[in-house]
């Protein structure tokens, strides 16, 4: 039996969770259909997904057909938590994504096929809902071809589409012909120069191209009728190639999901490579911290049913704390592709005799999303990073249901970084006499790393001149300062070397260099000086003819760079890049200059320099 882990990737209300359903019950995985109105999917095990419709997690279910197991990873659909589906893409061997016959094309689907295709990920796409009134099929398909790729064609189509006797038949593999031949050099040859490929070549170049990530087929189909979706699995099983594996030789995985577990353990999802994992096995697990350290987790897997063989998906349990991202071995997968969050927000605890029950809550969180990045401050509360606003109102009903702890949020901000400019140098002596407040020798150099290196630390002074608790002391404290930059934001991209250092034994200890270095490494960054940069979103807007001119004034008026300006025809097409904290306010205006036609699409794409204003 061999293993396919497909990601279910779609916008809000595609249909992902219904379609996860049909796929279980159809196979004897489930014995009932859960309905997400009603709140008893098997997906959506959380209450808050169940409360409110959608899904927030990443949740795993597998079904049997044939010598074939598909794990199914049903993935969030909105955009604020589009970290979990950053995740779920490095363990997928292929991809459904999922479109409405009848909402079509949305922002949030672009996204999504824009990194699909980036990745190369074997990728089908279903077209849901062909039951429900207003559904399209040609028309959607040229919307497919138009805004999505044009690399695509239909293997199914409907009769009846928009209402309940909708029904859906196979499509004979020539109507693919002249679609292949876009993508397949020895399909286009045969088209022009004759003779005509044969069914048996189209089907070979299908399963190629689709394989390699070049060409998408179009399926359509109902997940709460049926309709279509055993065509669908077909297509899973054929076009969708496993993911090379090595059954023997070291463990090699990831972690990409951690959830609690009904008595409060830790429930940890692992996607293995290579090797196999037994029960009371002993690992050793890589994490990379946010100030770019690599460290090391080791313990015992205290729970595990069966066997984990190499290509497969298992929840375990594992006797020291394990996080998102945690690895075994050196792995060489595909990364997380998204940005990072560009909002912060503070969190308190509405009643403070729940601050350390509080702290603890967003510490666990915070293992289970590391790109919130939980962080206490001095005074008492958290600072986490988001991607939007129902991310926040997610977090806050988490805390209240999951912890009882009731919490309240400041109103997001866009969050800044500095970077050094340049080079600042400064050292302070251990002074001999009686009034000492810091028994150590501290000299530290500060200048600008390479861009994307977050913070390195190195020495010049020689390995040994301190003890290592010492040297560990200035490492920690330097990146834990750099946290809090010249104007109060982070600074990264930095790199700081230890140029001297001292210390008397036996009255100096690891407090001396932990106070001290804060005050070395301030002097040095201010000699250096930082410059600020702002986040930045890539845009396109799509807007009507007549809205062009109001829709590039009011983009321009916002500080955006424009990249391009296509079409002309029946609508135009804006891309550019736009600061991060202008995004909101585009969004709201732009119904209003297009009269309501116009589409918005956004996403994270790292920072520029701040602007003087």
């Known amino acids: 039996m061999h293993t396919l882990n497909i990601g279910i990737l779609a916008h809000v209300d595609a249909g992902k969770t219904s379609l996860t359903e049909r796929l279980l019950f159809d196979h004897g995985a489930i014995d009932r259909l859960g309905s997400v109105d009603t709140g008893d999917t098997r997906a959506d095990d959380g209450v808050i997904e169940r409360q409110r ?14 010598d074939t197991q598909i794990n199914l990873i049903d993935t969030p659909g909105h955009s604020d938590f589009i970290a979990e589906v950053e995740r779920a893409l490095e363990v997928l061997d292929g991809a459904v994504l999922l479109l409405s016959a009848v909402e079509g094309v949305q922002a949030q689907t672009r996204v999504l096929m824009r990194t699909l295709r980036r990745l190369r990920l074997p990728t089908l796409i279903f077209v849901n809902k062909i039951d429900r009134s207003g559904a399209r099929a040609e028309g959607l398909l040229a919307d497919i071809r138009r805004r999505l790729t044009p690399y695509v064609a239909p293997l199914t189509q409907v009769t009846g589409i928009g209402g309940s006797d909708a029904r859906v038949r196979p499509l004979r593999i020539g109507e693919a012909a002249e679609a292949l031949a876009e993508v397949d050099p020895e399909i286009l040859a045969a088209v022009v120069d ?19 990530g070049s060409f998408h087929p179009v399926y359509f189909g109902s997940a709460l009728g049926g309709q279509g979706v055993p065509d669908l699995v077909e297509g899973m099983i054929r076009l969708i190639p496993p993911a090379p594996v090595t059954p023997s030789g070291e463990p090699r995985g990831t972690v990409f999901a951690v959830r609690p577990g009904p008595g409060g353990e830790r429930i940890v999802h692992l996607r293995l490579y290579g090797g ?87 510490l666990t969180l915070s293992d289970q999303d590391p790109l919130i990045h939980a962080r206490p401050t001095a005074g ?60 150590a020798t501290i000299g530290l150099r500060v200048s600008p790393g390479e861009r994307g290196s977050g913070g390195v630390f190195g020495y010049e002074t020689e390995l040994g001149a301190l003890p290592r608790a010492f040297h560990q002391a200035i490492e920690e404290t330097v990146h834990a300062s750099m946290r809090t930059g010249l104007t109060g934001a982070t600074v990264t991209d930095y790199r700081v070397v230890l140029v001297r250092s001292g210390f008397v034994a036996p009255l100096s200890t690891a407090a001396d260099f932990r106070g001290l270095t804060p005050i070395v490494l301030r002097r040095a960054l201010e000699q250096a000086g930082t410059r600020l940069f702002e986040p930045y979103h890539a845009f396109e807007a799509e807007v009507p003819l007549d809205a062009l001119a109001p829709v590039t004034a009011q983009l321009a008026s916002a500080g955006a760079e424009f990249t391009g300006t296509t079409g002309g025809t029946t609508a135009w097409l804006i891309s550019g890049g736009l600061p991060a904290r202008r995004v909101r306010e585009i969004e709201l205006r732009l119904p209003g200059l297009t009269h309501g036609e116009g589409v918005w699409w956004s996403s994270p794409s790292g920072d520029r320099e701040l602007k003087a204003h």
């Open 276 to 362: 196999a994992v037994t029960e009371r096995q002993r690992l050793t697990f890589l994490r990379r911290e946010a100030d770019g350290v690599t460290s090391r987790v080791s313990g015992r897997v205290t729970h595990l049913t069966g066997l984990l063989t190499a290509g497969n998906i298992a929840a375990l349990t594992f006797s020291t704390g394990l996080r998102v991202g945690d690895r075994i071995g050196e792995l060489t997968d595909r990364a997380p592709q998204f940005a990072p969050p560009t909002l912060e927000t503070l969190v308190t605890a509405r009643h403070p005799a729940q601050a350390a029950r509080l702290r603890s809550a967003l």
């Open 53 to 66: 419709g959608i899904t927030i997690r990443s949740a795993v279910a597998s079904f049997t057909v044939g």
């Open 194 to 212: 004759g003779p005509e490929p044969t069914p048996d070549d189209l089907r070979k170049a299908l399963t190629a191209r689709t394989a390699d």
């Open 380 to 439: 008492g509360a958290t600072t986490l990073l988001l991607y939007g606003e129902v991310q926040m109102e997610v977090l806050a009903a988490t805390l209240a249901q999951d912890f009882d702890v009731e919490a309240d949020f400041e109103p997001a901000r866009v969050r800044y970084l500095e970077r050094p400019c340049g080079t600042g140098e400064a050292c302070e002596e251990l002074p001999w006499h009686d009034r000492v407040r810091y028994w």
